[in-house]
């Protein structure tokens, strides 16, 4: 099988990979407009930052599985890998507690303006009176936006830390937040108008892009700490200046609106860095969480070279379709299912899910098939009249 890794990743990963016994194509440095051409037949490509094209997916000629080897799956053509069947698995989770330890550090670099008053000693000037006028953490309210794994790992250290905590997140009701000892807001507006701090964890998705708006920076309270460790795009970046200005809020970022791609590039967004503490999107970057990321996307790999599903799949349909499920239970004999698929095709009905089961003994199995339509009387009879059939039933009788 082969696989190509189109990022730079750790030797581990790629040996590991080999001793699946693939053969394995490292190409750290192609860019995304090249990789169309390098594609060819790769069975299995592994990204990191990589941008995952429609076209690139369209010229491969064998591939079945995109690893993003990382959590988020804003980069790859997800519409285009579910048309041509590419499965797209990620790593989830793997990075939590480095992205959750950074938006920590950029917390508190905020309000200590650490960054500033290392230039400061770097220029030659002794400044302590500028510098030491932070506010102080301890008893202040962090909002949290986002409670998913990351968004729960930042909670934990800043209660730790002696932070009041409250959160908003669509998942997130007002019996889990009074039992995680929270907060509950109902919408970011909220958040904004009582946290001291915020802490931005929200995936990249269509509902999330610009959630963060104008009316949102003008409610968040005059000198609060913004920090952002998602994506740059669930943000208004001129809404956020804006509030730099008129408001005197801190910010700290990790991520940027149409930041560069990789892993070094040219950075055009200078005026905006000059105005916070920020950092080149290497929230999930640590030797520990890359180890991790590399062992998980060899698991996903091994998995599906055994010729199973792949874990951590985000492109299949959620449960088995609104149509209704047949249920066969017969004699596991050579050839039963072929003939039931035959008699499904006669009536034009699609097999959209299927699961067979064998039973201890061997002789005997029950396969549920989730269909887009009901059969006909005259197909669950001639169905049932079959041989090595032992029973026939719908969800609709």
Known sequence: MKILIADKVSPNMIKDLQELGASVSYEPEVTAENLPSIIGDTKVLVVRSKKVTGETIQAAKSLSLIVRAGAGVNTIDLEAASKLGVYVANCPGKNTDAVAELAIGLLIACDRGIADATQSLRSGQWEKGKFGKGAGLKGRTLGIIGTGSIGMAVMQRAIAMDMKVIAYSRSLTLEKAEELGIGFCGNPIEVAKQADAISVHLAAAKETKGMLDAEFFAAIKDGAIFINTARGDVLDQDALEAAIESKGIKVGLDVFANEPAGGKAAFAQIALAEKMVCTPHIGASTEQAETAIAEEAVRVVG????????????????????????????????????????????EGINIEDMQNLIFASGETASCSLAIDKTPSANIIEGLSSMDHIIEITTSDT
């Open 303 to 346: 998995v599906f070279m055994s010729g199973s599903t792949p874990p951590n799949v985000v492109n299949l349909r959620k449960g088995r379709g609104a149509g209704p499920t047949l249920v066969v239970r017969h004699y596991n004999r050579v050839g039963v299912l072929a003939s039931v698929f035959d008699k499904l095709r006669e």
